[in-house]
């Protein structure tokens, strides 16, 4: 690997989504930027760095959760209008906390992914991609599936607006007012979209990250008006792709990639030859899912990668002369340590007091119930290889301590060395199954490996399933 970058933890929120990390262009003179990023509360921040500490610019109130943040900007000035999606709503945002829009449309489906070009919004809601123009429905498509990820580019001499649209297990269509123009198909299933930031915004061409871990190009041809796509980087076993981004360092910009797996690369990619292949110049491995990774100066003037994690984690991979020549003043230090101490005594005081009051429930004479909280899980359901293992892969976003698997039908099963199997079969004639999957401590990511057990004794894959 050619970098050598070193991570710095700036805070957490909640639950995120999948692309709801953003920064915001500099301002005045400063080249340290702010970012913005919406989590499943449903509360938007807006933070800079001060000496590797967060402060916030500003903080919404809890609400639906965010599914999409987005930067637009007015004709002629940066990107530095946010907007937010939660459920069929969409709000935007000064870069000051203002909100100067509120729009509640008439999807019926929670808006999954959206796109801001002039005044121009397109909103993708289960299978159906609808286009405004200012703030009026201008017109709608109905894909063949779910749509997974969309780019607008405009269209040259003229207002028209083209659509690049990602669908679930089919590849790609290009829209044009509402009509299909072309479609390519990726058998790797494409799942996010990333626009190389160099190009011109009526450049039809476009990333995409698929859920076999591959990376690939997709282009349109205006000559023969032939949509098409190419596959760059092979998964070879790789987390899916959840997220894209692009890094700018030394000269050059690099592709950066954040896997279901927790891994982090970057990929240096020739803006000239958009067709060659990317150079592996970086990996790094967080633990859990990410879901957002960015590029800008963020804790310095220096350009850094910025990330999010599904459980709400928010840390930059920075240069490793950054963080190891950086003095940081004893008062300041201190001034960290009275805050942390203060904290985890806060922390101490409410689990006490969470702890009494249980007791004191359960001690009641009155009937009641006690449930424990939903968790918060990201899975993974891989389909069926050629030898019939079919695997599914957990994420949580607290510590699993045990899993219960139930099934009609007999099993063989694997796990992994984090967790202890335990299967016990029907004691009747029949084929049902109850195994049980106990966990180590800490443990947040577990997979389960399965494959149906014929009447024959032998072992067959799962049809139709993924």
């Not at 970058?5 to 929120?13: F, K, P, Q, T, V």
């Not at 997220?243 to 896997?259: A, T």
């Not at 119930?369 to 939903?374: A, D, E, G, I, V």
Request: net charge neutral.
């Amino acid at each position: 690997m050619d970098y050598d970058l070193s991570r710095i933890d700036y805070g957490i929120c909640g639950i995120t989504y999948p692309d709801t990390l953003k920064i915001l262009p500099p301002s005045g003179q400063k080249m340290e930027q702010k970012f913005a990023i919406g989590d499943k509360n449903g509360v938007l921040q807006c933070l800079s760095i001060k000496d590797e500490e967060p402060v916030v610019q500003f903080k919404t109130l809890p609400g639906k959760p965010i599914t999409s943040v987005q930067l637009a900007s007015s004709v002629g000035t940066q990107a530095d209008k946010i907007f937010t999606a939660s459920g069929n709503e969409v709000k935007g945002y000064t870069r000051k906390g203002k909100v100067f829009l509120s729009i509640e449309t008439s999807l019926t489906e929670t808006i999954t992914s959206m796109c801001i070009i002039g005044s121009d919004l397109i909103l993708c809601s289960g299978r159906i991609v609808t286009y405004y123009r200012d703030l009026r429905e201008y017109n709608s498509y109905i894909c063949d599936d779910r749509v997974l990820d969309i780019a607008a580019f405009a269209v040259p001499n003229s207002t028209r607006v083209r659509l690049l649209v990602l669908i679930a297990n089919k590849g790609a269509i290009l829209l044009e007012n509402g009509k299909l123009i072309s479609r390519t198909t990726i058998p790797s299933g494409p799942s996010r979209l990333a626009v190389p930031p160099s190009t011109h915004v009526t450049d039809i061409i476009a990333f995409y990250g698929a859920g076999d871990g591959s990376i690939g190009i997709i282009t349109y041809e205006e000559q023969v008006l032939t949509l098409s796509s190419k596959c760059l980087v092979d998964g070879r076993g790789l987390g899916s792709v959840v997220c894209l981004g692009w890094y700018f360092n030394n000269g050059n910009y690099h592709l950066s990639v954040g896997r279901h797996d927790g891994s982090i690369q970057l990929y240096l990619v020739d803006m000239e030859n958009f067709g060659e292949k990317p150079r592996l110049k970086y990996t790094y491995f967080c633990g859990e899912p990410v879901t957002s990774v960015v590029g800008g100066c963020v804790g310095t003037e220096e350009s850094e990668l910025l990330v999010a994690t599904f459980s709400g984690r928010i840390f930059g991979l920075r240069s490793s002369h950054l963080v190891t020549g950086a003095k940081v003043p004893q008062d300041i230090l201190a001034t960290r340590r009275g805050k942390l101490e203060v904290e985890v005594a806060r922390l101490e005081k409410q689990t006490a007091n969470e702890r009494e009051k249980y007791q004191r429930n359960t001690r009641s004479l009155h009937a009641g119930l006690s449930t424990p909280p939903l968790l918060d899980i990201q899975y993974e359901l891989l389909g069926a290889t050629n030898d019939g293992w079919q695997e599914v892969r957990i994420t949580s976003a607290v510590p699993l301590d045990m899993l219960f698997i139930n099934s009609n039908k007999k099993l063989a099963m694997q796990t992994d060395t984090a967790a202890v199997l335990s299967i016990c079969s029907s004691k009747e004639a029949g084929p049902d199954l109850l195994a049980s999957v106990r966990c180590q401590a800490g443990t947040r990511r577990v997979w389960v490996k399965m494959r149906e057990i014929t009447n024959s004794s032998t072992e067959s894959k799962f049809e139709g399933s993924r």
